[in-house]
């Protein structure tokens, strides 16, 4: 399945910290753009929305 990775808005704008997100019907993909040989996560779209809330209220 081809999907359409684009760069997180979280990650860092000097290059140094920068990770690419896919979505798809069934998961969240991530993987570090600078080992995207090395495979991705995948993430139930409901985790993924946890995640980024706690991440946006400082809890990680």
Not at 10 to 37: I, K, M, P, W
């Given at each position: 399945m081809a999907v359409s990775w684009r760069?997180?808005?979280?990650?860092?704008?000097?290059?140094?910290?920068?990770?690419?997100?896919?979505?798809?019907?069934?998961?969240?993909?991530?993987?570090?753009?600078?080992?995207?040989?090395l495979g991705h996560l995948g993430f139930a779209p409901a985790e993924w929305v946890v995640f980024l809330a706690d991440l946006k209220d400082n809890r990680l």
């Open positions: 760069k997180s808005s979280y990650s860092s704008d000097t290059g140094g910290n920068c990770v690419e997100v896919a979505e798809t019907l069934s998961a969240v993909l991530v993987r570090d753009t600078q080992h995207r040989d």
